[in-house]
């Protein structure tokens, strides 16, 4: 099978991972079809960061669990890294290095042709708007612009395949729109397929083209915004709510399945720990 056979970016089937005792990704049916901005939410804890460290090959898995644009992740891991660039939830800049650096050691990581290199690494600077900083220790940038910076090193192989973990967690409004920008920006020039995480329900609702809530390890609910919203006005009214009730935002869906208020069961307290720890980086 070649690469243009299949139409899925991503494919999860049954995809399990525990550590000791703990399932953190507990039968996760996943599809990300070419070219969508699919968003993966979910409370603290569900698992949205194994299952992408699975999906990326940072996870080992068992063969026929997790393809990526048809390669296997198990029985063919280079290839699978060959397609994707990925920026982790926890920073990964190197403070001590200037912008192009950084990128140029991501550049070198993933195998961009030598003599391509510093056109590919301006270009991917350019393309998250840091020319004019490039030169500069990453560590005098601003939490925006450590995103951004990230952004560019996961953009610099040219991926089909862009997967972000909370790429926007501690940034103002502003900054946050702008990391979209510059992800749609590539999107539209490449055709680029887009895996992310996030917690901003707004973010989710106005970039990506479906969304799927996870919550103890598998996909609840799955669909466009819209029809998550539409499915929750729909129950409720089942239910016998007012007819003049407004429409259920996303963040009425995502309390819906995933409860209110903290899950003891799942989120702990190195989530929450780490995930501040990482806000407080950026922020
Ligand atoms: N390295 C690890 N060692 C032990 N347990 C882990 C490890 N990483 C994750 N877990 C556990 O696996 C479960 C899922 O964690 P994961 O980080 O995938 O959740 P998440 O959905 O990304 O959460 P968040 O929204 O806080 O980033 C949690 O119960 C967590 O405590
Ligand atoms: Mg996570």
Redesign the pocket.
């Known amino acids: 099978m070649t690469q243009d056979d299949v139409t899925e970016a991503v494919a999860c089937t049954g995809l399990a991972y525990a ?2 005792d ?1 399932n ?2 507990d039968g996760l049916d996943l599809t990300v079809a070419q070219g969508e901005v699919f968003g993966l939410l ?12 699975c999906i990326t090959t940072l996870l080992p898995v068992p063969t026929r669990m997790v393809s990526v644009f048809g390669h296997d992740a198990a029985s063919d891991r280079m290839a699978v890294r060959r397609l994707l660039g990925y920026v982790p ?1 926890q920073l990964s800049a190197d403070s001590s290095l200037t912008g192009r650096e950084n990128v140029v050691l991501f550049a070198r990581v993933f195998d961009v042709p030598r003599r391509e290199r510093a056109a590919r690494v301006g270009q991917a600077l350019a393309a998250v708007g840091l020319t004019d900083a490039a030169d500069r220790l990453a560590g005098t940038y601003s939490g925006g612009m450590v995103r951004r910076l990230e952004l560019a090193q996961a953009l610099v192989s040219a991926p089909r395949l862009l997967i972000l ?2 790429p926007t967690i501690g940034l103002d409004p502003i900054a946050r729109t702008g990391v979209w920008e510059h992800i749609n920006a590539v999107r539209a020039a490449t055709g680029m397929t887009v895996l992310v ?1 996030t ?1 901003y329900m707004d973010e989710a609702d106005q970039y990506c083209d479906r969304v799927g809530l ?1 919550h103890h ?1 598998r996909i609840r609910a799955l669909g466009t915004p819209d029809e998550l919203r539409e499915g929750l006005g729909a129950r409720r009214r089942a239910a016998g709510a007012a007819g003049t009730d407004p429409l259920p935002t996303l963040e009425d869906v995502f309390r819906d399945i995933a409860g209110s208020g903290l899950d003891e069961s ?3 307290f ?3 720990r ?2 501040r720890r990482t806000a407080r980086r950026v922020g």
């Open positions: 550590f000791g703990t953190a990704v979910g409370p603290n804890g569900a698992g949205k960061t194994t299952a992408i460290r939830q973990d909370e995480t917690h996870m390890g799942s989120g702990d190195r989530d929450v780490s995930t």
